[in-house]
């Protein structure tokens, strides 16, 4: 990744780090615009007050978070902006890291939400709720983690954090799992749907579950080489 692949009000964090002590506070800015391959300008306020009392040897921290990748480097403050922007140059190349204990495959299964409660996720017994379904779809990509829905029937907010997921993998693979939403955005690709959630699998108090939905999984996987 490059900085002009940033686009512009993608929303960033930033650590002060003075050798190898990060700051305890972060600051959240706003990438306003590149001005040179390896210069660009954010508005962060917080920046714009601390900016004289940074000395040359502070370095910034960045990250950007999109989707499931977090992107990091470090930079410089050089000068103060108008409209309270602040000119940062890049010192590092762009360190790109997945946040995803796994890897997600593109798996379409079909799948079913129901809204919960912290009951549900903190591992009661319960069965498929029909009078609290809110959405039946099928996933973009799934894996022991989680899974994504790409869809065009929003998904009303008053409903999070916590859902349950009802789908199957293979025929004698059902399950009936705790989620909690963790991502609603705007998807590009408009003719797959315009709505992108992803779910994290809370798996506490169904470890046997996790496995079960592992094997599952790479069972999928291994017959649709196969095919």
Known sequence: ?????????????????????????????VFHYL???????VQCKHLWERFDNLGSDVKLNIS??????????????KEKMRSGAVLIEQLTEIQTHNRRIYDRDEIRIAIKIYS??????AGAAFEAPEDRLVMSDVTFDISAGGFCIVTNTALNEKFDPYY???????DKDTFLL???IVRRSLYQRT?????????????????ADKDRLVNAIVYRKLIGSRL
Not at 64 to 77: C, D, E, R
Not at 164 to 170: D, G, N, R, S, V
Not at 191 to 203: E, T
């Open 1 to 29: 990744m490059v900085l002009g692949h940033i686009e512009r009000g993608a929303k960033l964090t930033i650590f002060e780090e003075k050798g190898q002590q990060k700051a305890s506070e972060e600051y959240k800015a």
């Open 64 to 77: 950007l978070i999109s989707g499931p990748y977090v992107h990091t480097f470090y930079g410089l403050a």
């Open 178 to 180: 705790p989620t909690e």
């Open 116 to 121: 919960a409660g912290e009951e549900d996720v």
């Open 191 to 207: 003719r797959i749907g315009r709505y992108d959630y992803g779910f994290m699998f809370r798996f506490d108090g169904f470890q």
């Open 164 to 170: 349950l997921a009802h789908f199957a993998i293979t």
């Open 35 to 41: 001005e040179s391959d390896n210069q660009f300008s």
